[in-house]
């Protein structure tokens, strides 16, 4: 089913289909989406408080500098979207995650947070990450190539068996960080070495 608006006065809404919703600096209060798509909508700047979505697509939306306080996230994808400094810690996380609560791919997260947060076997494939902060995250069997992670933040992050391949740009500290059984694409993994100032010679043979 399609719809073109969200009402204030329904609330709750099970497999519908929004587009291009021009909602930006709106706000959202317990609301609850299950099932539902957002295609080329603006949330710029809208503030989703105690809100939930469960198993939702977003795909070529706008949602630069949403608030997402106290509000939940499980299983929901964004595809093809602009997601810019949002702090992802301000949500509601459960203590249990039961599945991967969050799919990027293809998108721009760029100055986004995810400091501190359990989040494993996330996605974030094929995106611009560049000054994220993920320190003190739980990332296990996350999902992270083809992205580019320019000046982002690795501090006490856990990243037992993630997925870097063919990722660049990233800066992650061998002492400071649990790699175990991750995965790193050549020739960019040499980047691991670089704080301990050695020369790696022969790579042209």
């Known amino acids: 089913m399609k719809k073109s608006l969200i009402t204030s006065t329904q609330k709750e809404y099970n497999e519908v289909e929004f587009e291009k919703l021009e909602l930006s600096e709106h706000i959202f209060e317990e609301y609850r989406f299950d099932g539902c798509k957002f295609a080329k909508c603006d949330f710029q700047k ?57 799919h990027f791919q293809r998108c721009d997260l760029s100055l986004s947070s995810f400091f501190e947060l359990t989040l494993a076997e996330m996605t974030i494939e094929e995106c611009k990450v560049h000054g994220v902060d993920f320190r003190g995250a739980d990332l296990s069997h996350a999902n992270f190539a083809f992205s ?44 691991l070495l670089e704080a301990y100032e050695i020369e790696i010679v022969g790579l042209n043979r």
């Open 46 to 102: 809208t503030s989703f408080l105690n809100c939930q979505f469960v198993d939702c697509v977003f795909a070529n939306c706008n949602l630069s500098l949403v608030k997402v306080s106290r509000s939940s996230f499980l299983n929901v994808e964004f595809l093809d979207s602009k997601i810019v400094g949002v702090n992802w810690g301000f949500a509601y996380w459960p203590k249990i995650n039961l599945a991967s609560p969050l």
């Open 148 to 191: 580019d992670f320019l000046d982002s933040q690795f501090v006490h992050t856990k990243l037992v068996s993630a997925d870097f391949t063919e990722a660049i740009n990233y800066s992650i500290d061998l002492q400071l960080n649990d790699i175990k059984k991750a995965k790193f694409s050549f020739p960019e993994a040499i980047s």
